[in-house]
Every structure is written in structure tokens, then in C-alpha cells.
């Protein structure tokens, strides 16, 4: 069973920094998509960055340049690093994975799985809160 575990939120000033990270047990596919994902309060859950089993990498343009995604395969952990925090990324973050998943741009992932959605990736984190506020 596909397990995913965040964890690294917390409470930081305009202009801080915050790295996530996303253990991921029972996940043996060596194709995939992972992604982090956020939702803010009364707001639609939308794409950050994603990453792919080739190496392929996209951002969300709100996050370019200040957000890098990572994946450490040795310890099975997926990071998300965020610098220059703005009180716009206050949200709830989740990770996701899916082995059947393909690279959007945005910072997308989806999955090819059949009668489902685009966005129903196959397994999520519980999620871990970033709060932007001085």
C-alpha cells in the first residue's frame, strides 16, 4: 500500500524559507509523476511543481524561481525547497503520486488512468500547513 507522509510546514515571514519533504513507502514503479499541490482557504487546489521518472520538471509561474523540487530516490523522499516565501503561499500542502501519471505544465502532474479524472492521481499525502504572515 502506497504511503505518503509530509511533513516541514510551519509559520514564516514574507521572505523566509521552508523545505517540505514527502516519504514514500510501497511505491516500487519505476515510472511515475510526483508533485506537490496546494490548497488556500476558499480556493481551488492547483499545481506547485511536479517532477517525473525521466527527470523532467515543471513549476507553477507563481513559484518560478523561488520553489525547487527534488527527489531523493535513496531515501524515497520527495522535497519541495521554497525561498522567498510571499503571504500568497499560504496554504495547505500536499504531496501526490502516480505511477500510471503524466508531466503537466504548471506544475501538473495527471494520471492516464481510465474513467477517471485528469487530476485523480492514484495516492496523497494528509498534507502539512504553510502559513506567510508577518
Known amino acids: 500500500q502506497v504511503q505518503l507522509v509530509e511533513s516541514g510546514g510551519g509559520s514564516v515571514k514574507p521572505g523566509g524559507s521552508l523545505r517540505l519533504s514527502c516519504v514514500v513507502s510501497?511505491?516500487?514503479?519505476?515510472?511515475?509523476?510526483m508533485g506537490w499541490f496546494r490548497q488556500a482557504p476558499g480556493k481551488e487546489r492547483e499545481g506547485v511543481a511536479a517532477i517525473d521518472s525521466d527527470g523532467s520538471i515543471t513549476y507553477a509561474d507563481s513559484v518560478k524561481g523561488r520553489f525547487t523540487i527534488s527527489l531523493d530516490n535513496a531515501k524515497n523522499t520527495l522535497y519541495l525547497q521554497m525561498n522567498s516565501l510571499k503571504p500568497e503561499d499560504t496554504a495547505m500542502y500536499y504531496c501526490a503520486a502516480d505511477h500510471v501519471g503524466y508531466l503537466g505544465s504548471g506544475g501538473y502532474c495527471y494520471t492516464a488512468r481510465p474513467a477517471r479524472p485528469a487530476n485523480a492521481l492514484d495516492a496523497w499525502g494528509q498534507g502539512t500547513l504553510v502559513t506567510v504572515s508577518s
Open positions: 510501497g511505491y516500487a514503479y519505476s515510472s511515475y509523476c
